[in-house]
């Protein structure tokens, strides 16, 4: 897991959503093979860094990006059905957005950076270069959490791969 306990400001920025009774639930949440709340961590964390590189409102991206999927579907990905998939993952940002507000004072940039998200998914598209960072880093992060959950089926099926063609070039 990212070491984000060390940047004493990404703590300050942070800690009122970490400590949230409600936002702590997503602890128990399995998402791409890890917690939500690791994932969010994740992309909050490298879109704080990357947009403090680039002299961006790091801040907003800090707490938006954690709060980037604040819900509390615990459905699991097999237990999901086709029309369910698209519904959630097109939906969530929404929800997300809508149970921040429930818990936290946003600004519009926030908002914006919750609810485009998934973009290009879904239809909404990114206002502020804060919400295109959550964006990238969010399919980044989500790209390396389900390789990572698949990792061995990825290491068979490419040790077989080269198998088949040692053989073939023999």
């Known amino acids: 897991m990212v070491n984000y306990h060390r940047d004493n400001h990404y703590m300050r920025l942070v800690s009122p959503i970490l400590e949230n009774k409600e936002f702590s639930q997503l602890e128990t949440v399995i998402h791409h093979g890890t917690t939500r709340m690791n994932h969010s961590i994740r992309v909050s964390y490298y879109s704080y860094k990357l947009a403090k590189a680039l002299r961006l409102d790091y801040d907003q991206v800090a707490r938006a990006g954690l709060?980037?999927?604040f819900f509390l579907d615990r459905t699991t990905d097999y237990e999901k059905t086709k029309d369910?998939?698209?519904?959630?993952?097109t939906g969530h940002p929404k929800v997300a957005a809508e149970n921040a507000k429930k818990y936290f004072q946003l600004t519009e940039k926030e908002e914006d950076i919750i609810k485009t998200h998934m973009f290009p998914v879904d239809y909404r598209i990114p206002k502020y270069a804060e919400s295109w960072i959550v964006c990238a880093v969010d399919k980044l992060v989500g790209t390396y959490?389900?390789?990572r959950k698949f990792k061995y089926q990825f290491t068979y099926g490419l040790n077989f791969s080269l198998l088949l063609m040692l053989n073939i070039l023999k």
Do not use: G, M, P, Q
């Open 84 to 89: 369910k998939v698209v519904l959630f993952t």
């Open 145 to 147: 959490e389900f390789c």
């Open 67 to 69: 709060l980037h999927d």
